[in-house]
T-cell receptor
Framework: SQTIHQWPATLVQPVGSPLSLECTVE??????LYWYRQAAGRGLQLLFY??????ISSEVPQNLSASRPQDRQFILSSKKLLLSDSGFYLC??????????FGSGTQLSVL | GESVGLHLPTLSVQEGDNSIINCAYS??????FIWYKQESGKGPQFIID?????DKRQGQRVTVLLNKTVKHLSLQIAATQPGDSAVYFC?????????FGAGTRLTVKP
C-alpha cells in the first residue's frame, strides 16, 4: 500500500534562517506530488506541484521553492524565512482517480 | 479564486443530530469532487467522493449530494458524533490538482 511521510512535524525557525521540509512517498512510482500551505483557521493554498523528477510548477510567487531530486521525494525550501511563511505545510500525492492523499503536515513557526 | 484567506464558517450541532455542510464550486466543467475531514494538527483525510454523472452517493453515515445546476455540493453526516468534530473541505478536480473550498468547522456538542 502507498504511504506518505512528511517531516518534521513541528519546526520553529528564526526569521532569515533557511528551511528544508522533506516529503517521501512509498508504494507508488512517478506520482504527482504537491505542497500546500494552510494558515491558522484558513483553507488550503497550493504552492507547488510536480509531475516528475526535476519538474516543478509554482502556483503563487513567494519566498519558497521546491525541488524533486528523486521520483518519490519532494522538498520545500527557503533561503531566508519571513514571518509570513509561518503556517501548516502539507505534502500530498495524487492517487488513482485523482484523489489527493495528504501527509501529516509540518507546523512551521517563524519567530 | 481559492478562499484561502477567509475565516472558516462554523457549524455547531447536538450529538445525535444530522449535520449538513455545504460547498459551492466554481467550474461548471468539473467532473469529480471530494470531501475531506481535517482534525486539528493533522492532514486532511478522504471521506467520500462523487463524479459529475451522479447526484448522490452514500457511505457509512455520510451522503454527498451534487447539484450541477447551481454548482453546489453538500455533505450530510447522520447521527453526528463527537469524533466528527473537525474541519470539512470540499474539493473539485482541476487539470493538475484539486481546488479546495474554504472549509467548515463542525463542532459537536454533547
Amino acid at each position: 500500500s502507498q504511504t506518505i511521510h512528511q517531516w518534521p512535524a513541528t519546526l520553529v525557525q528564526p526569521v532569515g534562517s533557511p528551511l528544508s521540509l522533506e516529503c517521501t512517498v512509498e508504494g507508488t512510482s512517478n506520482p504527482n506530488l504537491y505542497w500546500y500551505r494552510q494558515a491558522a483557521g484558513r483553507g488550503l493554498q497550493l504552492l507547488f506541484y510536480s509531475v516528475g523528477i526535476g519538474q516543478i510548477s509554482s502556483e503563487v510567487p513567494q519566498n519558497l521553492s521546491a525541488s524533486r531530486p528523486q521520483d518519490r521525494q519532494f522538498i520545500l525550501s527557503s533561503k531566508k524565512l519571513l514571518l509570513s511563511d509561518s503556517g501548516f505545510y502539507l505534502c500530498a500525492w495524487k492517487g488513482q482517480g485523482g484523489k489527493l492523499f495528504f501527509g501529516s503536515g509540518t507546523q512551521l513557526s517563524v519567530l | 479564486g481559492e478562499s484561502v484567506g477567509l475565516h472558516l464558517p462554523t457549524l455547531s450541532v447536538q450529538e445525535g443530530d444530522n449535520s449538513i455542510i455545504n460547498c459551492a464550486y466554481s467550474n461548471s466543467a468539473s467532473d469529480y469532487f471530494i470531501w475531506y475531514k481535517q482534525e486539528s494538527g493533522k492532514g486532511p483525510q478522504f471521506i467520500i467522493d462523487i463524479r459529475s454523472n451522479m447526484d448522490k452517493r452514500q457511505g457509512q453515515r455520510v451522503t454527498v449530494l451534487l447539484n450541477k445546476t447551481v454548482k453546489h455540493l453538500s455533505l450530510q453526516i447522520a447521527a453526528t458524533q463527537p469524533g466528527d468534530s473537525a474541519v470539512y473541505f470540499c474539493a473539485e478536480r482541476r487539470a493538475n490538482d484539486m481546488r479546495f473550498g474554504a472549509g467548515t468547522r463542525l463542532t459537536v456538542k454533547p
